[in-house]
Antibody, heavy 119, light 107 residues
Framework: HVQLQESGPGLVKPSETLSLLCNVSDYSISTAFYWVWIRQPPGKGLEWIGSLYARGNTYYNPSLQSRVTISADMSKNQFSLRLSSVLAADTAVYYC????????????WGRGTLVTVSS | EIVLTQSPGTLSLSPGERATVSCRASQSVSSNYLAWYQQRPGQAPRLLISGASSRATGIPDRFSGSGSGTDFTLIISRLEPEDFAVYYCQQYGNLPGTFGQGTRVEI
């Protein structure tokens, strides 16, 4: 039973870089599957940010592609999200998840972490 | 990108009743790669259905999905108290994977 847990700062200043980690337990991320970031602004719907395949390929939402980097540390069984030049509109609950395919579907999710962009 | 439109926005029902949620895509969903998720307040979404009609592990059989092409449906045959939540459809046949705006099922 795969477990995912997000961690990182809950407050980021505008124009700075948002950085989050997802720690994965009970499954090696280097084995298979896609490892994904999804976000949800307060009271709103879900947005796929991007996916990292076990072998290293990454896929990003075009709406965020110029600002997003997803990478992995296989030795720690973690993957990370970096979102640069953040705005108030980037305030959201950020989830990490596991996926069978590049764009979905997501069978295991972390609990999510709220990141607020504010000065 | 494929836009998914869910209807209705809110469904007001009672326990024991049947809930029907529609999801319409702006273009055909490749290989019927359409999933449904349930999200309770303060929780992460939970996968209910993948491939338009395959229930995920541990999902009760009162949840069923159907459809193909551009029109998909989630049916909850008899609502239990724990089913009152927000439901999202998601297509994953084309990048970027996109979600519908959500349907709230309330008492």
């Amino acid at each position: 039973h795969v477990q995912l847990q997000e961690s990182g700062p809950g407050l980021v200043k505008p124009s700075e870089t948002l950085s989050l980690l997802c720690n994965v337990s009970d499954y090696s991320i280097s084995t298979a599957f896609y490892w994904v970031w999804i976000r949800q602004p307060p009271g709103k719907g879900l947005e796929w940010i991007g996916s990292l395949y076990a072998r290293g390929n990454t896929y990003y939402n075009p709406s965020l592609q110029s600002r997003v980097t997803i990478s992995a540390d296989m030795s720690k069984n973690q993957f990370s999200l970096r979102l640069s030049s953040v705005l108030a509109a980037d305030t959201a609950v950020y989830y990490c998840a596991r996926s069978f395919l590049r764009g979905g579907y997501f069978d295991f999710w972390g609990r999510g972490t709220l990141v607020t962009v504010s000065s | 990108e494929i836009v998914l439109t869910q209807s209705p926005g809110t469904l007001s029902l009672s326990p024991g009743e049947r809930a029907t949620v529609s999801c319409r895509a702006s273009q055909s969903v490749s290989s019927n790669y359409l999933a449904w998720y349930q999200q309770r307040p303060g929780q992460a979404p939970r996968l209910l259905i993948s491939g338009a009609s395959s229930r995920a592990t541990g999902i009760p059989d009162r949840f069923s999905g159907s459809g193909s092409g551009t029109d998909f449906t989630l049916i909850i045959s008899r609502l239990e108290p724990e089913d009152f939540a927000v439901y999202y459809c998601q297509q994953y046949g084309n990048l970027p994977g996109t979600f519908g705006q959500g349907t709230r099922v309330e008492i």
